[in-house]
T-cell receptor, first 112, second 114 residues
């Protein structure tokens, strides 16, 4: 039962363009959403998060949008850089940190 | 400040063998977690420790045991390894079990059971 889904296993964009990574969830009890970035042979690193009381959160080149009615969130990276090439995991949880559910990840490739 | 460290990085076991994966964090975090990551799937929680002295099952605990040795260290034990336990294992920690605390991950242990 995958409660968090990332339907695109991979995405390729040109350097300088926008990257949009998508994520859907099924559990309406989730109220905190996170994006993690993972390079090969490393653990995931936290990128950005959003609480269910917001619909947008920005941090530099990274913006996360949340559409609660559609149970959908997206990560926008503008402008994309080759160093952004990694696997991006969407995650969601309720109040407790011990109940975080992850999507399967999207591999982003940014071409110079 | 090393963050979260895991040993070993790689391990090959035969079916039925046992081993312990070690994890330590130096961020004075209260909560620690063990996940496994399989191809085509997201990370799934095996066990967690909300605070020193407590441990609880996560989503996929069967075949595993854990020990929260002290505030810094949280180990994962496979008593009798099975091929289905071939996976990449990640340890993580967070300041607390509740609230907007993100989790910090170690580099992972790649385990193969033949």
């Amino acid at each position: 039962d995958q409660q968090v889904k990332q339907n695109s296993p991979s995405l390729s964009v040109q350097e300088g363009r926008i990257s949009i990574l998508n994520c859907d969830y099924t559990n309406s009890m989730f109220d905190y959403f996170l994006w993690y970035k993972k390079y090969p042979a490393e653990g995931p690193t936290f990128l950005i998060s959003i609480s269910s009381i917001k619909d947008k959160n920005e941090d530099g080149r990274f913006t996360v949008f949340l559409n609660k009615s559609a149970k959908h969130l997206s990560l926008h990276i503008v402008p994309s850089q080759p160093g952004d090439s990694a696997v991006y995991f969407c995650a969601a949880r309720g109040l407790n940190n011990n109940d975080m559910r992850f999507g399967a990840g999207t591999r982003l490739t940014v071409k110079p | 400040n090393a963050g979260v460290t895991q040993t070993p990085k790689f391990q090959v076991l035969k079916t039925g063998q046992s081993m312990t994966l070690q994890c330590a964090q130096d961020m004075n975090h209260n909560s620690m977690y063990w996940y496994r990551q399989d191809p085509g799937m997201g990370l799934r929680l095996i066990y967690y420790s909300a605070s020193e002295g407590t441990t609880d099952k996560g989503e996929v605990p069967n075949g595993y045991n854990v020990s929260r040795l002290n505030k810094r260290e949280f180990s994962l034990r496979l008593e009798s390894a099975a091929p289905s336990q071939t996976s990449v294992y990640f340890c993580a920690s967070s300041e607390g079990p509740i609230g907007s605390y993100e989790q910090y991950f170690g580099p992972g242990t790649r385990l193969t059971v033949t």
